[in-house]
């Protein structure tokens, strides 16, 4: 919990990454979506894949978090995950927020985040809950409702917390922006990028939002079709012309 | 009055029956989203282990009950494993025709083990009368039926409200991908699921056929099924307690219809059941306790 954890935003090389994905091709029974990922994301960093709808995104973290059929290599701290279930990998300490949320809709606020620290055997959740109650007001007040009721905003809100309650060393965050107002994205982001920093949890983010995403990302990477296209810094993508064509809108 | 405070009595002996089968019913429902067909069937089985440990074996009759629900949980867990698991989950059709199969398995089963006539089950709960008003009895088996499934249903509530595997259990029933992503093993957290419904159906069969007004045989408790059905759906399906109050609605409708409504006759009386739980589900599609799925995104 100290910012030593904190990278500084450039690609300058370093160790081992805590996170190394080679060759990775996966897809759903005969159709490939992913023809041959390779890309690595290091202990502390915030790393953003960008790319248009279909492009693989999702598929890229099914594939990273163990949900289909995959072959390649994906290296969590050297160990080997390809072959391994969604339930082993978050054991290791890497936690997938699917698209949708991830929200239990019939559970309670407080449960949803209870389910969050399943795989904690420590005694201190409880405490953990407190914090996450005092970060977001709003989930304190709806503890016992259903978490189906909440706007999609406080769903976000419940997700993020909910991902943090297991402890994770890295969380795989899939399109976090989908369906919120702008004001709303804006602060989900600021949020990230303080979770961050405080706690040095290690972020992959994909994203359709390119100019939220890459503003609090230390590097990108842009997937079309199913392959990476371009890598690079944030910064150095976020004033490339061809991204800030296709992605940025402008 | 003397003659409508009888009807409700019965009905509530058997409404408790019912609900307790529907309760099985809601677990498996609850973890899959689908209906076991052969639920009452197993519970039949589990009624059949529960006569040779007591009339056999010589257990106690309390005894023999408790241990044929740990076997019943025992063979609900390894039929989980070995013909549910292997399929997937999302794809009903499959897992409609095992249970079905499995429905006609422990039927003939049964049939080949211990014969098709009727057995007297040893007494479960004390005989006699409580409250006599009149005509109308109320036995001490009604009330311990009633306060046996009352504890049933409590101590559900609290094993899947206080603990972790009941925790683990309701996060597979609402979102079975998150459920996953949050380390929950779902194989073995449905297991559990059908080895606690087939604990609990065996006590409903056994409940049921220690009534001194029935006997066990195999074909007993594919009459209860339909009610039971009928008394899961009328309670939402996925509610514990819409079960237990389906149920004795259920329970109730029958007794009271084929007593009060002469153009009924009784062969038609589960007909007239069936019929309330369609009128109900007219105008409150997801029963009366179930969660509307409903849902802000």
């Known amino acids: ?250 | 009055m003397e003659l409508f405070l009888a009807r409700i009595f019965d009905g509530f002996s058997n409404g408790a029956t019912y609900g307790l089968i529907a309760l099985a019913l809601v677990i498996i429902y609850k973890a899959t989203t689908l209906i076991n067909f052969a639920q009452g069937e197993m519970a039949m089985f589990g009624a059949f282990v529960v006569l040779v440990l007591a009339t056999e074996r010589g257990l106690p009759m309390w005894l023999a009950v408790v241990v044929g629900m740990l076997i019943s949980a025992a063979a609900g867990a390894l039929i989980e494993r070995v013909l549910i698991r292997p399929f997937d989950p999302s794809d009903h059709l499959p897992l409609v025709i095992i249970t079905l199969g499995l429905f006609l398995v422990f039927g003939a089963l049964a049939g080949i083990i211990w014969r098709f006539d009727p057995r007297g089950f040893p007494h479960l709960f004390p005989a006699g009368n409580a409250i006599t008003v009149g005509v109308a009895t109320l036995t001490w088996y009604t009330v311990c039926v009633t306060i046996t499934m009352l504890a049933v249903v409590g101590g559900l509530t609290l094993l899947l409200k206080k603990t972790k595997i009941g925790l683990a259990f309701r996060a597979v029933s609402s979102n079975l991908e998150s459920a996953e992503l949050s380390g929950i093993r779902v194989g073995p957290t449905l297991q559990f699921g059908w080895a606690l419904a087939a604990a609990v159906g065996t006590l409903g069969a056994s409940i049921y056929v220690a009534n001194p007004i029935f006997q066990l045989e195999p074909s007993v408790m594919a009459r209860v099924l339909i009610f039971s059905a009928a008394a899961a759906a009328l309670g939402g399906l996925d509610s514990l307690g819409g079960a237990i109050i389906g149920g004795l609605i259920i329970g109730m409708v029958q007794s009271i219809m084929v007593q009060y409504v002469g153009f009924i006759p009784n062969e038609l009386g589960l007909a007239a059941a069936v019929f309330v739980l369609m009128v109900v589900l007219l105008f409150k599609p997801s029963g009366l306790f179930g969660t509307k799925s409903v849902e802000r995104v």
């Open chain 1, 1 to 250: 919990m100290t910012d030593a954890t904190v990278t500084p935003a450039s690609d300058a090389p370093r160790g081992t990454p805590l996170l190394d994905v080679k060759a990775l091709r996966g897809g759903y029974g005969p159709i490939q979506v992913l023809h041959g990922l390779d890309f690595h994301v290091h202990e502390g960093e915030v790393v953003v894949i960008l790319g248009a709808n279909g492009a693989g995104k999702t598929t890229t973290l099914r594939a990273v978090s163990g949900m289909i059929e995959t072959t390649g290599s994906v290296e969590l701290r050297g160990e080997q995950l390809v072959g391994k279930g969604p339930a082993d990998i978050v054991r290791r300490g890497l936690k997938h927020v699917p698209q949708g949320r991830g929200t239990f809709p019939e559970l309670t606020v407080e449960d949803n985040l209870r389910v969050g620290a399943f795989v904690r055997k420590d005694k201190e959740v409880e405490a953990d809950m407190a914090k996450w109650f005092e970060i977001y007001p709003v989930l304190h007040e709806r503890r016992n409702q259903r978490a189906g009721s909440l706007s999609g905003g406080e769903q976000q809100m419940l997700a993020v917390s909910r991902a943090l309650m297991s402890r994770p060393e890295m969380v795989l965050l899939d399109e976090p922006s989908l369906g919120l107002a702008p004001i709303i994205v804006k602060d989900l982001f600021d949020r990230f990028r303080q979770i961050n920093r405080e706690t040095g949890t290690t972020m992959l983010i994909v994203e359709q939002n390119a100019q939220l995403a890459l503003g609090i990302a230390n590097r990108g990477y842009v997937l079309e079709t199913g392959e990476i296209s371009v890598e690079g810094p944030a910064d150095a993508l976020i004033h490339d012309d061809a991204i800030r064509k296709a992605y940025l809108g402008v």
